[in-house]
């Protein structure tokens, strides 16, 4: 059974940092793209940053000065490092990872999910 599980969530200040961790396991036999999303109050699910397999991280929007995917493929593991956050980063953050499973089956899996509150 494949697991997608988000860690790194919290509370913090303006200006203060966070770094995500999304970990895959289970039944994958290989592991693409991985992406983080996220979801504010009220909103569509907005797409952060993604990362192929080969390391090469693509940012929409303005987020690139302020955040940074990587990712460890000896774990399975993506990273969203994020500085300077600011109050309307607040969200729920998701990760997706594209993979082929264990029945050979190549689709997306997300995980639960991990709350950003940047908040006074």
């Known amino acids: 059974q494949v697991s997608i599980v988000e860690s790194g969530g919290g509370l913090v200040h303006p200006g203060g940092s966070l770094r995500l961790s999304c970990s895959a396991s289970?039944?994958?036999?290989?592991?693409?793209?991985m992406y983080w999303y996220r979801q504010a109050p009220g909103k569509e699910r907005e797409l952060v940053a993604s990362?192929?397999?080969?390391?090469?991280?693509l940012y929409p929007g303005s987020l690139k000065a302020r955040f940074t995917i990587s990712r460890d493929n000896a774990k399975n593991t993506v990273y969203l490092q994020m500085n300077n956050l600011k109050l309307e980063d607040t969200a729920v953050y998701y990760c997706?990872?594209?993979?082929?499973?264990?029945?050979?089956?190549?689709?997306?899996?997300w995980g639960q999910g991990t709350q950003v509150t940047v908040s006074t």
């Open positions: 289970g039944g994958i036999v290989t592991l693409y793209e």
């Open positions: 990362i192929s397999g080969g390391g090469c991280a």
């Open positions: 997706k990872a594209v993979l082929t499973d264990s029945d050979d089956v190549t689709r997306a899996y």
